[in-house]
């Protein structure tokens, strides 16, 4: 049986695959022609555009331009502050470290002479 749906699906396939139809003509020779022209258009290109929109498109990058130098300058005035207060805190804790060290060393030097001196 399984013999048999095999043979007959490879008939059909075989008449239908060999038959003396012409495929259909995809693009017709008598399809109709655009009137106008198809070329493309860059929008930024002479005449694409009128003169006042170029004029607002220029100003408005202009005033993008502007406030991006304007953030990176904001940036730039952080970080030397914080660097500044980086160096500041720095000293700070340098000093207190100093003067931490000094300090032991002169109570350990004060009962040393103490001690040498109740001897």
Do not use: W
């Amino acid at each position: 049986m399984k013999y048999l749906l095999f043979a007959v699906f490879a008939f059909s396939a075989l008449l239908l695959s060999c038959s003396k139809k012409e495929p259909a003509d995809l693009y017709p020779a008598d399809s109709p022609k655009a009137n106008y022209d198809t070329t493309a258009i860059d929008s930024f290109s002479n005449g694409a555009t009128s003169v006042d929109v170029v004029r607002e498109i220029r100003m408005s990058s202009q005033k993008y331009q502007d406030s991006v130098k304007e953030a990176l300058k904001l940036q730039e005035q952080e970080k030397k502050l914080k660097e500044e207060l980086e160096k500041e805190n720095k000293k700070k804790t340098e000093e207190e470290k100093r003067a931490q060290d000094k300090s032991p060393l002169k109570t350990a030097e004060t009962p040393a002479a103490a001690e040498t001196k109740t001897q």
